[in-house]
């Protein structure tokens, strides 16, 4: 699909919902501990994540979790939820980098997972990605209703990262990935997906653009067609500025 859209039907109306479906969906097919790396090093405050994830056990898009106790009505749908064997990630969305983000949202999303899963006794950290200018780490304190009816206060982590961060992070490893002269089939693995990552990216108008002289003169190769692109660029600009003389 990614490819259809990149390739022969323009995405009109790119949405929070398909951005986050065919990114994180995409990262989702990597390994679990690189899936992990990624996020992780994409978010600011990095150093009080977990090193360790353990395998992904679980993981589902927009569940639709129980609303008690939440100013929801009806239902609480986090966009993301991933269960690790070390912890449990609640991963909180916004198609936009500026604004979006707001702490009920998280506090509904933080009480209902303990609505559903109420002796769950595992670490849970909640990931906003995008939607937010204050970038730094926020620890929620929630009072916790547990199975025998008794309260427990528990304080959950809001982790903050942004779509720019993780693409950055995406474009680092596969440079690293294709430095390596001699691939193996799971390095030529992750380096299609993490193409497809970009791809997902791109269709929704988001890229990462290098400076020319920070890319590796060594293992650089310029082909042809970009060659004749920047010709062509040059002799439209110096047309113009000479009609404007």
């Known amino acids: 699909m990614i490819h259809y ?12 919902d398909t ?5 994180i969906g995409d990262l989702l097919h990597l390994p679990s501990d690189l899936f992990w790396v990624l996020l992780r090093n994409s978010c600011t405050d990095k150093v009080f994540l977990p090193v360790v994830c353990g395998e992904i056990l679980d993981f589902e898009f927009w569940p639709h979790w129980d609303a008690t106790g939440t100013v929801n009505t ?10 690790f064997e070390e912890f449990d990630l609640i991963i909180e969305a916004k198609k936009y980098d500026e ?3 707001y702490e009920n949202q998280w506090r509904n999303e933080i009480g209902s997972y303990y609505n559903n899963f109420p002796s769950q006794d595992k670490k849970l950290i909640v990931v906003a990605i995008g939607g937010s200018k204050d970038m730094q780490k926020k620890d929620l304190t929630i009072n916790r209703l547990l199975s025998d009816n008794k309260s427990k ?3 959950v982590p809001i982790f903050k990262c942004n779509w720019l961060s993780i693409l950055i992070e995406v474009t680092r490893v596969l440079d690293e990935i294709q430095t390596i002269k001699y691939k193996d089939s799971i390095r030529s693995s992750h380096k299609r997906i993490l193409q497809d990552v970009i791809r997902s990216f791109n269709i929704h108008s988001l890229y990462f653009l290098k400076w020319l002289d920070s890319l590796n003169r060594d293992n650089l190769n ?4 970009s060659i004749d692109v920047f010709k062509l660029q040059y002799r439209l600009n110096h047309t113009k500025n000479e009609s404007n003389q």
Request: aromatic share 2%; charged share 25%.
């Open 19 to 23: 951005q986050t479906s065919s990114i």
């Open 153 to 155: 206060i528990c304080s």
């Open 74 to 83: 009806t239902i609480v749908e986090p966009d993301v939820f991933i269960s």
């Open 5 to 16: 859209l990149s390739k022969k039907q323009r995405l009109d109306n790119p949405k929070e």
């Open 222 to 225: 310029i082909g042809d067609s």
């Open 99 to 101: 604004s979006g983000q």
